[in-house]
């Protein structure tokens, strides 16, 4: 049996589909019956349950936007930094194998010539630059807390999308934002990176952290000219005309805008199409 | 009825001591029979309990020293900087004014011609500028946490010291350490520290931020020289010729060694003697 902290938000379901869809058993853990944020808490929950792995889906992104991480500090320090400390402790006090949903936005910017950042680099995105959103931070200072954990995958998700409508899909948020920032990132298909993460356990590939972005990256315009393309929407895009601009006016904080190179998690035989491909799946298939 | 946290830690004992001296009633929370690091935890103690103050003297610091917080990273921000954030939504959703005991130690050095830090400088021994320890970090994110809180004092502690031997006395410390390190620190007599807590709510003084150290600072050959003069040793004490060499041969993680201003809680009306009287004082009654 596998223990899903978390099921409940936009990774936590997409991953839970995907262990229905394989016909593995699960539970969803609930952090109101039981707060598995408290180390004993969660070390009794793991003694009792047993489960052969666990995956840590939970986190704190902000809604409408990572902007609002910026006002809720602590739930954003403590859902994405201490927590994962929490469960390193608990699972390795129980020895129990596990995976942690961590972020691709500890980076920005790109390497040389536009390659992307590896599982080798560092973060580039986060305090210890003091460049970054609170979020990021955070979510950088998560796998510092994780540095050297015992039977633990650490997963990191860029930008997701799919073909279903939605506040947290990438492709939605592009046809309802009023203006677009120009940029150019990796992103991850989302029901593509959840069977990654189950195919991590599954396929017992070595532990440690995978970058699972689509190969590959896309500008603002490659989207853009997609969605037109695939008549998802008709409507004149407009852009903001620089990084200060789109600061200025419509953000509280700096975003990440990175290129990684996912090239371990491909070599390590998970499934992840390149990304031009996963935005052509996702568009044709679009489900309002 | 003054509700106190930490109050079985070197400074919240202090805190302890004072508020019983004073006939001040209060009640020390323990963690053990209930878990105030929760926010529903902690909201529930303040609605049955009503104190009319809170104090935070707990934290993380690391035994036998911050080199332990490198190894300890969860508790060390889950204590100093998580726990901080919780406090303060829990005593804004209760309207409790309350109290944080942080750390001089996010900052590093002094200012133009030795001067110290005043509350108005930025910390420079922290995540953000990454030279810190990972307990410095925690401490300096903790306040991060802090800016804007309602009702609220944050006073900056600074390596404490008294008359009474201890291993987190800093007179003790420099008396058993083989060899030590050449350093210009601003220092908190640890009683007028637990004294000025106390008093910032006695007298009503302005929330905010405090450093609460004893005027002036002292080095490292000051302390050993009144040590020496004291007669509290008779050993012929040996120093690290370096920064670097200490850094190599005793230490694991950087050391803050800085010079604060505590003008602002003297003109706030608290009592701090000046350094070196307060380090006289406590050595003519030195209790072994």
Redesign the interface.
Known sequence: MILLLGGNGYVGNAIQKNLTGRGLSFIVASRASS?Y??LPVLVKMLRELRPEFLINAAGYTGKPNVDACEIH??EC??GN??LA??I??ACEQTQTPWGHVSSGCIFTGAKEAGAGFTEEDDPNFS????NCSFYS?TKA?GE??LQGAEQCFIWRLRIPFNEVDSPRNYISKMMRYDRLLMATNSLSQLDEFAAACVDSWLQRIPFGTYNLTNPGSVTTKDVIRLILMHRLSEKSFQFFESDEQFMQLAAKTPRSNCVLDSGKAIAAGLKLAPVEDALETAMRNWKR
Chains 1, 2 share one sequence.
Request: hydrophobic share 40%; aromatic share 4%; net charge positive.
């Open positions: 707060d944020s408290s500090r602590t320090l403590a930094a201490t400390g929490v390193r402790a305090f210890r630059q003091n931070g200072l510092e807390l």
